[in-house]
């Protein structure tokens, strides 16, 4: 039924649309269904002719027309007079308008505000889990590239859905008598909370120089909402195990170390029965935002991003590792560097990632255009409009208009680059100013609930489950 008809009968009380029928209203969201308020359906039933009304209205109309065809003329002018509009009766038709004008104006604005009402209403919030969280080291192969760093281990964190009888604690990074990072509130091994169907699996790769629970702020917010997430170290570029230059140089094995830890998820004998296979993403920042895109199958061309670094002089010199394209230069013909390089331009895409979130993605000179064109999964990216470590222009706007489909959002005023680092204590505060030193209106919390909110809503989207065939 087109919707002015069926606005129509509603209003006539029409029983073919029910005793309770809906009115459509469009939204942001799409078509919201509401029902109509109970003073306009009685007042349609009111507008609804009765049976004996009818058959007054019948006897009186023919007894006009017999009036009418009299041979009379006095009766037929009477007729003919009494039944034209006189201005008395033309007055009460107005009177009658005018009435049924103010009887209906409640109904229409009633039907206006709850259309307004249920259109503009949030989506409410799911439950919430508390959030428990184990310490992991992931199956590596024998040949694995450790990237020069002296610990051959795999190292990460996994953040879960937990049981509601868990007992969160705050959660700290740095030494315990002084430490400098927040990293959330979780309950150490806690029994994961009981569910009907699997959990989707996110998988998180940290920037450069940082380390799996830098992440802490995504990870227990997605946990909380019932994902399995997991986080490694990446060898010779995490603040835990060192750093080396080849850990800073040889990005693309990033991409490695994620699939890594999937693959060993997958097979664990805790989570592995818990994961839903066909619900994979994975989010990273920073360095791990390149990270992303080689997962999402773009391919890093080494000499063009060698060749920008020497154009740009101090660019590729992370306040990590000072003087790191002259560190590379001088060891560019060891062995195992010599084993690594003619990898760089190799596919890393893992097929099993639905979609990636990047936040304050790096290092885009790494990519051609047309790399990036082959990427063909959702991608979100966000960044902070202050950034200066990785400007937006030359990173995050360029990602996102060579990758088709992306979603970009640039956060305004002065959201940064460390921003999206775990919040900072008092001691780290005074340790390491320039981790913490967010500019004036910057609210690092809100920040992260924001961007976290972002990547919990993008995955939901993306992640749905997968109907299989029978």
């Given amino acids: 039924m087109a919707e002015g008809a069926r606005l129509e009968s509603v209003f006539r009380g029409n029983s073919n649309v029910g005793s309770n029928p809906t009115l459509s209203a469009s939204s942001p969201s799409g078509v919201v269904v509401f029902e109509v308020p109970r ?21 009186g109309s023919r007894r006009r027309r017999a009036l009418a065809s009299s041979s009379n003329p006095t009766l037929s002018a009477r007729f003919q007079t009494s039944n034209s509009v006189s201005k008395p009766k033309r007055h009460r038709l107005s009177i009658v308008t005018t009435h049924l004008a103010v009887l209906l104006l409640p109904c229409l604005v009633l039907i206006f505000l709850t259309s307004t009402a249920v259109g503009s209403k949030k989506k409410e919030e799911p439950p919430l889990h508390p959030v428990g969280f184990s310490l992991r080291q992931f199956s590596a192969p024998e040949d694995y590239n450790w990237r020069g760093s002296d610990d051959h281990r795999l190292s990460g964190i996994v ?45 998180l790769s940290h920037g450069t120089g940082g380390s799996a629970l830098q ?34 140089i040889e990005g693309w094995e990033r991409a490695k170390d994620i699939s890594t830890a999937i693959t060993d998820m997958l097979a664990d004998p805790r989570f592995g029965n818990k994961i839903d296979p066909d619900r994979i993403g ?21 000499n063009r991003i060698l060749a920008w670094c020497d154009q740009q002089k101090g660019a590729c010199n992370p306040p990590e590792m000072p003087d790191l394209m002259e560190k590379f230069r001088t060891m560019k013909q060891q062995p195992d560097v010599q084993q690594a390089v003619p990898h760089s331009g190799d596919s890393y895409r893992d097929p099993r990632i639905r979609a990636v979130f990047a936040i304050a993605p790096a290092v885009a000179r790494a990519f051609t255009p ?86 919990a809503e993008f995955f939901e989207k993306q992640l749905t489950p997968v109907k299989k065939k029978r």
Avoid at 39 to 58: E, H, I, N, V, Y
Avoid at 228 to 239: D, Q, T
Avoid at 418 to 434: A, C, I
């Fill in 39 to 59: 003073c306009a359906r009685d007042f349609g039933a009111r507008l609804r002719p009765t049976p004996s009304r009818q058959k007054r209205a019948w006897r």
């Fill in 215 to 248: 992440m802490a702020w995504l990870g227990t917010y997605l946990a909380a909402r019932g994902y399995i997430v997991v986080a490694v170290n990446h060898p010779g570029n995490n603040a835990v195990t060192g750093y080396t230059t080849q850990g800073f």
């Fill in 159 to 203: 953040w879960y859905p937990a049981e509601d009888s868990a007992g969160e604690k705050d959660q700290y990074i740095g030494p315990p008598d002084a430490p400098l990072f927040y990293a959330g509130r979780a309950a150490k091994d806690a029994t994961l909370a009981p569910a009907f169907s699997r959990f989707p699996l996110i998988a």
């Fill in 370 to 455: 047309e790399s990036l064109h082959k990427i063909s999964i959702p991608v979100e990216i966000v960044a902070g409009a202050a950034d200066q470590i990785a400007p937006p222009i030359e990173n995050a706007q360029f990602f996102a208009a060579n990758i088709q489909g992306a979603e970009l959002t640039i956060l305004p005023g002065g959201v940064g680059h460390y921003t999206f680092l775990d919040v900072g204590t008092e001691s780290g505060k005074k340790q390491m100013p320039q981790f913490f030193a967010d500019n004036p209106g910057v609210d690092r919390e809100a920040v992260h609930r924001q961007v976290a909110g972002m990547a």
């Fill in 282 to 302: 994975a989010a990273g920042f920073s360095y791990g935002g390149y990270t992303m895109m080689e997962l999402a199958g773009a391919t890093t061309d080494l």
